[in-house]
C-alpha cells in the first residue's frame, strides 16, 4: 500500500506553520495571548495536526472556531485549550456547549436567556458587541448602554461571562477613511470595558485583534489576538505586506496523466472555447473543480511544470484540466505546482484568488475532501 494516492494532494507544513507562530507571537504585546483561529478545517490545512501542532509545540492555549461540530473536534485534539465558537449555536445544544467546556460567543441578552433555560449547567460566553461590522453582537449607541446590557447579563443564572469582543470591518486597508473606522470600532469596545469596570465589573478577556490589526494595529488593551489567516502564511489584504518570514504552509499538487502534441486547430476540452492556434503540446493535470481548483480559471490559470508557468487551455473540468507545455520537458506521472514554489517560480493562494475575483482565504478552504493533506516537517 502507498501511503496515500498520488493524483490531487496538498502538502502542509508543520515547520513553517512553527515559524510563522513564532513571528505572530513576537507582533503581540506581553499581555496579549495568541488565540489561533482554526474554523473551517484550520481553513482548509486540517483540524487534528494543526491544533496538535499549536497546542503542543507552539504552546497555543487559545482556539476560536465557528461552530460547536468545529469546537468538539477541536476539544478532541486538545484536551486542555479554551475554545470559543465565534458562531451560532442554536440553545438546545447548550448541554453540549458546557459538556465540553467551550465558551460560546453570546450576541444577545435574549439569545444568552434562551442558552441558559435549555440547561440546567452553567454557560461561559463572551459577549459579542457589534462595533460596525454589521454581522451579529449587541448594538447600542454609546458604550453606557452597551456596558449596562452587559451588566445585566452578568446577572443572568447559569451564565459566565468571561469576556467581550468585537470584529473589525477594515482593519486590513491603510486608507485614512477606512482607519479611522477602525480607530472608532477599537474605541468604542475599550470604552465600554471602561464602563463596565466603572460599573464594578472586571472581565478576565476582551479582544478585537483580527489577523489585519495583529500586523498592522497592535493594541496591549486586546488580551487575545485572534489571528487566522496569518497563521496559515497568507495576507489579510494582498495589497498590504506581510511580517518578512511569514510563509504559507501549504502547496496543492497533482501529477501529468498524459502529454500529447496536437496540431494547429485542435480543440481543448468542454465548450470548444480553446483552439490551438499552432502546433502544441498539451499536457493534462489530474486534478479539477471537485478538488477546489475553480473552473473559474478556465484559460487563466498558470501551474508550475519543472519551474515554468504554463498556462491552463481551455475549461476546467470536474476531474482534470490541461495545460500548454510546448518547450517544456514535461512526461506522464511529472509533478506538477498549482500553489506553492518549483524552481525560481512560487504561485500563492493569494495570487490565484487574485485571478478570479475572491481572496486566498477562500481558496485554501475550498480544496475539496478529496485532497488529502499531508504533512512535513
Ligand atoms: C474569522 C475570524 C477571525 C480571523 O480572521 P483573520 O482575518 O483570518 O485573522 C477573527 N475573528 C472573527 C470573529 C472571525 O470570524
Redesign the pocket.
Known amino acids: 500500500m502507498k501511503p496515500y494516492l498520488k493524483r490531487a494532494w496538498a502538502e502542509v507544513s508543520l515547520g513553517q506553520l512553527k515559524k510563522n507562530m513564532e513571528l505572530i507571537k513576537g507582533l503581540n504585546s506581553s499581555g496579549t495571548e495568541v ?1 489561533a ?1 482554526v ?1 473551517a478545517d484550520a ?1 482548509g490545512h486540517g483540524y487534528e495536526r494543526v491544533c496538535e501542532t499549536l497546542a503542543e509545540e507552539c504552546g497555543i492555549r487559545y482556539f ?1 472556531v ?1 461552530n460547536l461540530d468545529e469546537a468538539i473536534t477541536v476539544r478532541k485534539c486538545c484536551p486542555d485549550a479554551e475554545i470559543l465558537i ?2 451560532y449555536t442554536p440553545p438546545e445544544y447548550a448541554h453540549e456547549i458546557s459538556q465540553n467546556n467551550i465558551i460560546q ?1 453570546v450576541v444577545s441578552t435574549e439569545y444568552a436567556a434562551a442558552l441558559c433555560n435549555s440547561s440546567n449547567d452553567t454557560i461561559r460566553c463572551h459577549i ?1 458587541i457589534d462595533t460596525g ?1 454589521g454581522r451579529i453582537g449587541l448594538r447600542h449607541d454609546k458604550p453606557e448602554d452597551c456596558a449596562k446590557e452587559i451588566q445585566f447579563m452578568c446577572t443572568i443564572k447559569g451564565l459566565s461571562v468571561e469576556g467581550i ?1 468585537t ?1 473589525f470591518a477594515v ?2 486597508s491603510d486608507d485614512p477613511d477606512n482607519v479611522a473606522y477602525t480607530d472608532k470600532q477599537e474605541k468604542y469596545i475599550t470604552d465600554t470595558y471602561d464602563e463596565l469596570v466603572k460599573l464594578g465589573i472586571k472581565l478576565p478577556h476582551m479582544h478585537f ?6 500586523c498592522y494595529r497592535n493594541n496591549s488593551r486586546s488580551t487575545l489576538s ?6 496559515y502564511g497568507l495576507h ?1 489584504d494582498v495589497s498590504l505586506p506581510v511580517p518578512e518570514g511569514l510563509e504559507p504552509i501549504m502547496e496543492l499538487k497533482a501529477v501529468i496523466s498524459q502529454v500529447k502534441e496536437v496540431p494547429e486547430g485542435t480543440c481543448i476540452s468542454y465548450g470548444r472555447t480553446f483552439v490551438a492556434p499552432h502546433k502544441m503540446k498539451i499536457a493534462t493535470v489530474t486534478i479539477g473543480y471537485a478538488d477546489g481548483y475553480s473552473r473559474l480559471l478556465s484559460s487563466k490559470g498558470e501551474i508550475l511544470v519543472h519551474g515554468h508557468r504554463c498556462a491552463i487551455v481551455g475549461r476546467v473540468c470536474m476531474d482534470q484540466l490541461m495545460i500548454d507545455v510546448s518547450g517544456v520537458d514535461a512526461r506522464s506521472g511529472d509533478i506538477v505546482t498549482l500553489i506553492g514554489k518549483d524552481g525560481g517560480e512560487q504561485i500563492t493562494a493569494d495570487e490565484l484568488a487574485s485571478m478570479y475575483g475572491t481572496i486566498g ?1 477562500e481558496v485554501v478552504c475550498g480544496i475539496s475532501k478529496r485532497v488529502p493533506r499531508i504533512y512535513i516537517d
Open positions: 488565540m483561529v474554523k481553513y476560536a465557528s465565534l458562531g460567543g459579542k461590522m469582543y470584529h482593519a486590513d485583534m483580527n489577523s489585519a490589526a495583529t485572534r489571528a487566522g489567516i496569518i497563521i489579510p482565504y
